[in-house]
């Protein structure tokens, strides 16, 4: 049974560090491009880093440079966001993705952990 479980979201003050993972089971995760999405209420779900499955290349949306990492191990099966000078409008749901590398059509979504930015 194929299982994406994140972890490590909450509540955090503005400036403040989270660090959220992702625990892969049920299909070859060496594989898979891993991915970090999310979706704020009233807004469409965006990509915010993306792992390449052999040679770790990482990409980062603009908004997250310079203040997100991403990382995987891939014996452990295990994707991470570290997230550091958080902000209010990084407030959303974080949703763990795995694509597989070279058939893009199988995929895999978690359910998601929530991120609150406030003061």
């Known amino acids: 049974q194929v299982q994406l479980v994140e972890s490590g979201g909450g509540l955090v003050q503005p400036g403040g560090s989270l660090r959220l993972s992702c625990a892969a089971s049920?299909?070859?995760?060496?594989?898979?491009?891993m991915s970090w999405y999310r979706q704020a209420p009233g807004k469409e779900r965006e990509l915010v880093a993306r792992?390449?499955?052999?040679?770790?290349?990482?990409n980062l949306a603009d908004s997250v440079q310079g203040r997100f990492t991403v990382s995987r191990d891939n014996a452990k099966n295990t994707v991470n966001l570290q997230m550091d000078s958080l902000k209010p409008e990084d407030t959303a749901v974080y949703l763990c993705?795995?694509?597989?590398?070279?058939?893009?059509?199988?995929?895999?979504w978690g359910q998601g952990t929530q991120v609150i930015v406030s003061s």
């Open positions: 993705n795995a694509r597989h590398r070279s058939d893009t059509r199988i995929g895999y």
């Open positions: 049920g299909f070859t995760f060496s594989m898979y491009i």
């Open positions: 792992i390449n499955s052999f040679d770790r290349v990482t």
